[in-house]
T-cell receptor, first 113, second 116 residues
Framework: GQSLEQPSEVTAVEGAIVQINCTYQTSGFYGLSWYQQHDGGAPTFLSYNALDGLEETGRFSSFLSRSDSYGYLLLQELQMKDSASYFCAVRAISSGSARQLTFGSGTQLTVLP | GAVVSQHPSWVICKSGTSVKIECRSLDFQATTMFWYRQFPKQSLMLMATSNEGSKATYEQGVEKDKFLINHASLTLSTLTVTSAHPEDSSFYIC????????????FGPGTRLTVT
């Protein structure tokens, strides 16, 4: 099976930079995804890393190190609207289905004024 | 981007009744759809994976006779919660994979089920 670990909560102020780490244990690894979820809403896709390195999309960047089974999501120039839960998710082969997503427990980010 | 809809967005039902939740991919064809359940302040837990035209694959611990999944077309999957109990109250989210995409899954807005 798969397991992921990420911090349960992070607090930062507007304009700051925050990094949310994710470590995982899995077999049949394909890649690491990040999702944002506001209270009561559906997860929205932020990024996907299949290869080592940094992927940048606007204020958000995501990094993966396959050898370390580690990744992170970097949020820059934080805004109040970034307050949400952030989930890392491993895409891997599973006995149930090929290439399914397994989610971490989520990190609640609170952005303070 | 691709849009996935769910209906209803919320539903309240009595114990012992059945509830059907629909998941539709609006502007793409989804050969694979996933059903997740999320309890408050918790992660999304995969319940089952459905492939169009075949039986769903259920995750360990999920009762297939209680959570009936039908993926009858490339744009529609349904989840029926049978003989609902209060402990089935949860946020049910579907996700669809565009058959042209190798990795991206698009999530529906979720359905909040409350069983009284």
């Amino acid at each position: 099976g798969q397991s992921l670990e990420q911090p349960s909560e992070v607090t930062a102020v507007e304009g700051a930079i925050v990094q949310i780490n994710c470590t995982y244990q899995t077999s049949g690894f394909y890649g690491l995804s990040w999702y944002q979820q506001h209270d009561g809403g559906a997860p929205t896709f932020l990024s996907y890393n299949a290869l080592d390195g940094l992927e940048e999309t606007g204020r958000f960047s995501s990094f993966l190190s396959r050898s370390d089974s580690y990744g992170y999501l970097l949020l820059q120039e934080l805004q109040m609207k970034d307050s949400a839960s952030y989930f890392c998710a491993v895409r891997a082969i599973s006995s149930g289905s090929a290439r399914q997503l397994t989610f971490g427990s989520g990190t609640q980010l609170t952005v303070l004024p | 981007g691709a849009v996935v809809s769910q209906h209803p967005s919320w539903v309240i039902c009595k114990s012992g009744t059945s509830v059907k939740i629909e998941c539709r991919s609006l502007d793409f064809q989804a050969t694979t759809m996933f059903w997740y359940r999320q309890f408050p302040k918790q992660s999304l837990m995969l319940m089952a994976t459905s492939n169009e035209g075949s039986k769903a694959t259920y995750e360990q611990g999920v009762e297939k006779d209680k959570f009936l999944i039908n993926h009858a077309s490339l744009t529609l999957s349904t989840l029926t919660v049978t003989s609902a109990h209060p402990e089935d109250s949860s946020f049910y989210i579907c996700s669809a994979r565009d058959h042209n995409s190798t990795y991206e899954q698009y999530f529906g807005p979720g359905t909040r089920l409350t069983v009284t």
